[in-house]
């Protein structure tokens, strides 16, 4: 097939190498303009376009598809489909309705649950049992159009963002590559009015660890936001990020450490720290962390 492939984050990469692999002519690659990034703030091209590059594919890059322009040059790619992933930007009607075969959504959550811009980090952090994938097809509205193909999987008890990110996107790869070879035989499925979410962005206020919160609360906060933008809590002035965790037995004053292998008191139950970061410097295990950092039991972590 005649495939426009539009994506933007690393989660994209393995959908465009699986497009590739199964033989699809991918006539142009749609992703976000190189951004400033790094210490020296210089543009950097998305991993998408990296990898776009990288195997010799057209790349464009619009700051908008609402102009006569972009769309005209998008509908003249005369694609059969496009196939859709954490582009980052809204499709117009005209671009939905170019390809021969409209547009499909590879989506980060079991629709209705959990639209919108953070499915996975929504996921984890509301203690769902499972979540997986959906090949939506594109309408105008917000993640709002029927499914043609959906695979489940469960969320591990200690799994980060980051992790079932990396699952999420190795099986959306695999599910749009079934669902394009079974296209004429898939029939849409109209998304229920019950249940709708919707996963809004993370907001960097969300991360500041409350303590006083019950143990499984803290355990999804700290997983769902690793590893970024990253849990964290304050000791003596300095933003420690805690990327790891799991529930553990105990109990004490809110916030206080409970042993030397970081295991901290909550409003209910307690959590032990499995890694951890202090700003500006690389991610540790927590053997390697508390031998720098020393922190004794008794000490009690600010409550956010």
């Known amino acids: 097939m005649r495939v426009i492939f539009m994506g933007t984050p690393e989660f994209s990469v393995p959908v465009l190498d699986a497009l590739v692999l199964a033989g699809h002519d991918v006539v142009c690659v749609y992703c976000q303009p190189p951004r400033p ?3 020296g703030k210089k543009d950097r091209a998305s991993p998408v376009q990296s990898r776009a590059e990288d195997l010799g594919l057209p790349v464009r890059h619009p700051v908008s598809l609402k102009t006569p322009e972009a769309q005209a040059e998008f509908a003249a790619l005369n694609a059969d489909i496009a196939v859709v992933v954490a582009y980052g930007l809204i499709l117009p009607q005209a671009i939905l309705d170019a390809p021969v075969q409209g547009c499909l959504n590879i989506h ?40 043609i193909l959906r695979e489940a999987t469960p969320i591990r008890a200690t799994e980060t963002t980051i992790q079932l990110h990396d699952r999420l996107s190795e099986m959306g790869a695999r599910l749009i590559v079934d669902a394009l070879a079974k296209l004429p035989d898939l029939a849409p499925e109209k998304q229920p009015e019950d249940g709708v979410t919707y996963a809004a962005k993370i907001d960097k206020s969300e991360a500041h660890i409350d303590w006083t919160k019950p143990a499984v609360e803290v355990d999804r906060l700290i997983r769902g936001l690793s590893p970024f933008p990253g849990a964290w809590f304050d000791l003596d002035g300095t933003r420690i990020k805690v990327l790891g965790s799991s529930l553990a037995a105990g109990s004490g004053a809110a916030g206080e450490v409970l042993d030397r292998n970081l295991r901290i008191a909550c409003g209910e139950g307690a959590v032990q720290l499995t890694r951890l970061q202090r700003a500006g410097k690389a991610a540790q295990d927590i053997d390697v962390f508390q031998q720098g950092a020393q922190i004794v039991p008794g000490t009690i972590l600010g409550k956010g």
């Not at 629709?111 to 979540?131: K, N, Q, Y």
Request: hydrophobic share 45%.
């Open 108 to 147: 980060a959550s079991l629709l209705p649950r959990w639209r919108g811009a953070a499915p996975i980090h929504r996921a984890i952090m509301a203690g769902d049992a499972e979540t997986g994938i959906c090949i939506m097809q594109m309408e105008a509205g917000l993640d709002t159009g029927p499914v």
């Open 37 to 39: 990034a790094g210490r």
